[in-house]
T-cell receptor, first 110, second 115 residues
């Protein structure tokens, strides 16, 4: 059973601070990694994809991938109240199916 | 910006009834997926579909489930005889593969309630 693990949170951060989210995965053969944001009652919304070891930046978001350690992380800089949501880590597997973690709930306090 | 659309947004049905959930993937996408999310739980993969065939399916996707692309735009999920435990949000997703990369975009979901 291929697993994706995340801390469920909530991760509480003050407005303007950096939120740091982590995700570990069990399938060493995984090649593609994704962060989705999900507001309550809504569908997953893609934030970032990352395929190579290292960092990838997109606006206020930075994804980091370390395949040797089998973890992927997401940094949210200058956190805003609108960033309050559940962040889902997803890993690509056979048949291109995504295996999701349980999500980390982030609360940004003004 | 192109989006995946799904209908209906909410479906209420009686146990044992058949339901069809509909999706219109992004127009140039060739790969289609169904996922479900039971309230408070993880998003779970059900099935992937390409070139009019199922590419991969999960243990959840048993004989009660089927998928179809009846025309050039729609992608459907049928549940033949619904059970109480089928109550969940059902998400359709689509993607276009470019080399190693394949990013799936999700529709807004259909909330299925089985009574």
């Amino acid at each position: 059973q291929k697993e994706v693990e995340q801390n469920s949170g909530p991760l509480s951060v003050p407005e303007g601070a950096i939120a740091s989210l982590n995700c570990t995965y069990s399938d060493r053969g995984s090649q593609s990694f994704f962060w989705y944001r999900q507001y309550s009652g809504k569908s997953p919304e893609l934030i970032m994809s990352i395929y190579s070891n290292g960092d990838k930046e997109d606006g206020r978001f930075t994804a980091q991938l370390n395949k040797a350690s089998q973890y992927v992380s997401l940094l949210i800089r200058d956190s805003q109240p609108s960033d309050s949501a559940t962040y889902l880590c997803a890993v690509n597997g056979a048949g291109n199916k995504l295996t999701f973690g349980g999500g980390t709930r982030v609360l940004v306090k003004p | 910006e192109p989006e995946v659309t799904q209908t209906p947004s909410h479906q209420v049905t009686q146990m044992g009834q058949e339901v069809i959930l509909r999706c219109v993937p992004i127009s140039n996408h060739l790969y289609f997926y169904w996922y479900r999310q039971i309230l408070g739980q993880k998003v779970e993969f059900l099935v992937s579909f390409y070139n009019n065939e199922i590419s991969e399916k999960s243990e959840i996707f048993d004989d009660q489930f089927s998928v179809e692309r009846p025309d050039g735009s729609n992608f459907t999920l049928k549940i033949r005889s619904t059970k109480l435990e089928d109550s969940a949000m059902y998400f359709c997703a689509s993607s276009v593969r470019q080399g190693m990369t394949d990013t799936q975009y999700f529709g807004p979901g259909t909330r299925l309630t089985v009574l």
